[in-house]
């Protein structure tokens, strides 16, 4: 091994001792030890689940007879109009004595379930009785009017079968006593999937 000259030794010496002068002299300060932070137990989290409200999916045909009930009456049971129409769906007294129901005003509007047996007899005789029609024109225009079968079957809860009739031969424009037209009904009341 080779022996390191006076004057490489002095060198070194000199570098280490400013290697170690420069940092400055050691530190007098005294060195606090690290005292944990006071840990506290935690809080558990308390989430309060809301259930969503339940959402039952109507049927079309359940849908079509909200509709028209909310057209003719807001959905009560119990209206009965200027012109003696009752109930949820505003049965005359004659619409209702042609589906074989006889009782009176005041049996027929605290009567819901009446009601809407009332107006399926009615979609049923209506549908029987306009079948011709319906499989005709369904899905055509007719007199500017798009044409469905439930729009038909409101037509004719509004004006009657003959008036339907008449609107599909000539074009004639049937209105009630406050001045709705059938057509109003076909547009409004079209493209429900009913299950008559």
Same mark, same amino acid.
């Given at each position: ?6 004057? *490489? ?6 570098? =280490?001792?400013?290697? @170690? *002068?420069? &940092? ?7 060195? /606090? ?9 935690i809080?558990? @989290?308390?989430?309060? $689940? ?16 909200? +509709?028209?009930? !909310? ?5 009560? $049971? %119990?209206?009965?109009?200027? &012109?003696? &129409?009752? #109930?949820? $769906? ?6 209702l ?6 009782? =009176?005003?005041? /049996? ?5 379930? @009446? ?22 024109y369904?899905g055509?225009?007719?007199? #500017?009017?798009y044409? *469905?079968e439930?729009?038909?079957? +409101? +037509?004719? !809860? ?7 009739r ?5 074009? $004639?424009?049937?209105? %009630?006593?406050?001045? *709705?037209?059938?057509?109003s &009904?076909?547009k409004?009341?079209? #493209?429900? %999937?009913?299950?008559?």
């Open positions: 091994m080779k022996k390191l000259s006076k004057g *490489t030794i002095s060198v070194l010496i000199i570098i =280490t001792f400013m290697v @170690l *002068t420069s &940092y400055g002299p050691p530190s007098r300060n005294k060195i /606090e030890p690290i005292v944990p932070l006071e840990i506290k137990p809080t558990p @989290l308390h989430i309060n $689940y809301v259930k969503p409200p339940l959402v039952i999916k109507l049927s079309q045909h359940q849908q079509f007879l909200n +509709a028209i009930g !909310h057209r003719e009456s807001t959905n009560r $049971y %119990d209206v009965v109009n200027a &012109y003696g &129409y009752m #109930g949820k $769906y505003q049965f005359g007294k004659k619409t004595r042609g589906l074989g129901i006889k009782v =009176t005003q005041e /049996e027929f509007i605290n009567n819901p379930s @009446l009601q809407e047996q009332a107006m399926q007899l009615l979609l049923k005789h209506n549908k029987k009785k306009l079948r011709r029609y319906i499989e005709k369904e055509k225009m007719v007199h #500017g009017v044409i *469905t439930s729009g038909i079957l +409101a +037509a004719a !809860h509004l004006g009657g079968q003959g008036n339907v008449r609107f599909f031969r000539n074009g $004639y424009e049937f209105k %009630d006593g406050f001045g *709705t037209k059938i057509t &009904y076909m409004l009341f079209g #493209g429900y %999937d009913l299950n008559i």
